[in-house]
């Protein structure tokens, strides 16, 4: 099993900056991608950015440029760094993990709350 705990999240206004942090815990081995989800008013959860077990990444069009992935392996720890922030970002982000095994379904934390004023 693996916990994903959240934390980071909060108001900010447009222009600026926030960094998600996703602490990870239990069996991390276990775990091939980690990425970030973000759940927005009126839309369907939208996947903004992976990072795989190799390292590579990927980012949705529309935070490419403007947000980072990264891990820390000796925290256990995922980031999403989000610079230029606008109002569209406003939503829940979720972290998650992937696991190696095949038909293994994801792994949620709990979400955080991030909130961009005009």
């Known amino acids: 099993q693996v916990q994903l705990v959240e934390s980071g999240g909060g108001l900010v206004q447009a222009g600026g900056s926030l960094r998600l942090s996703c602490a990870v815990s239990?069996?991390?081995?276990?775990?091939?991608?980690m990425g970030w989800y973000r759940q927005t008013p009126g839309k369907q959860r939208e996947l903004v950015a992976t990072?795989?077990?190799?390292?590579?990444?990927n980012y949705a069009d529309s935070v490419k440029g403007r947000f980072t992935i990264s891990r820390d392996n000796a925290r256990n720890t995922v980031y999403l760094q989000m610079s230029s922030l606008n109002p569209e970002d406003t939503g829940v982000y979720y972290c998650?993990?992937?696991?190696?095994?095949?038909?293994?379904?994801?792994?949620w934390g709990q979400g955080t709350q991030v909130t961009v004023s005009s």
């Open positions: 239990g069996d991390v081995f276990s775990i091939n991608a």
């Open positions: 998650y993990a992937k696991p190696l095994a095949l038909g293994r379904q994801n792994y």
């Open positions: 990072r795989t077990r190799g390292g590579s990444t």
